[in-house]
């Protein structure tokens, strides 16, 4: 049975995603979704039932057009999140039916599902059933590639194993007296804002939060998840990076990563990296997670963003989406 979320749910969305999911992660709490203004999605999550068990949850949207359902904007991914006990085959056959009968109820033209990768799972095993149960029920597959470290792989001088661009830009770096640290305070903070605004406009966008939005999380929703460093040159911030903390997942994901195009001569960028590894690796983390590098849903790859990340001896990993089509009757 599918129920469409409310408020009097929360607790228990909440309860499901974070400690008995089988691939869940902050990302798709209430907790971290609700932090947008009341009115800028229209919110359509569903939540499905085995009786009086809360067997999954699916944060989701209505697109403005109102024909499309789509993961929640809000967040990174979305798709189903599925209690790890309902992780079977005669599970996945009713909540995938329960699914596509309420999309084509509500006349929906298409959904699309952006799943979370393994990387951001709760528990550290495989499950790919539930990628097969999408291609079983018609659903066609959209791929993001992004690139990660696996830290618990990285010798003690892990920076002779970049490649040789990376390793004299690091070089170069360390004769810049640059400074690396935690940005704690609201004016540190904005200023960091600063140069990912301006950093974004030289590609004709905005950050997909606003300042305010980025102090609430580090404030109020996630201050145990949300945290900023910088990089500075003589007192003056030449670059940032906001960081999630998935702390059970064992994961250091950098959200935003931005420099002042006036100081790339310095190597800001290879300096940050390398810092937030060590800094990563020093709080024992598994996995520092460097983000996508593509464009328009994955149709573009942005091939020197890959190759930059590929430098710090990274590997790869795709994020999914999956899109159902209704078939136009004739």
Known sequence: ???????????????????????????????????????????????????????????????????????????????????????????????????????????????????????????????ELLDYFFQLNGFVCRSEVGFFVDLSRLSENFETQFDSLRRRKLKKSYQQNLLFRELKSDEEIKRFYGVLEDNMCKFDTVPVHTFDELLDLKRNRLSDIVSFYGVYHENDLIAGSMVFSFGDRKVFHTQYLASRHDCLEYCPNEYMYTNLMRRAKDLEYRFLSFGTSTLEHGNVYNESLGLFKEGFHTDTYLNRTYILKREIER
């Not at 697109?63 to 999140?81: E, M, P, Q």
Request: proline residues 2%; glycine residues 6%.
């Open 1 to 127: 049975m599918i129920v469409v979320y409310n408020d009097a749910y929360r607790e228990a969305w909440d309860e499901l995603v974070m400690n008995a999911s089988y691939n869940g992660n902050f990302l798709q709490t209430r907790r971290f979704l609700d932090y947008h203004e009341k009115n800028k999605f229209i919110d359509h999550s569903l939540m499905f039932f085995k009786g009086e068990t809360l067997a999954a949850v699916m944060p989701a949207n209505v697109s403005k057009s109102g024909n499309r359902l789509i993961s929640h904007a809000g967040s990174t991914f979305g798709g189903l999140v599925i209690r790890d006990i309902f992780c079977s085959t005669m599970n996945y056959k009713w909540i995938f039916s329960d699914l596509i009968n309420h999309f084509e109820e509500q006349g929906y033209e298409s959904m699309e599902l952006k799943m979370p990768h393994w990387l951001y799972r709760r528990l550290d095993e495989s499950n």
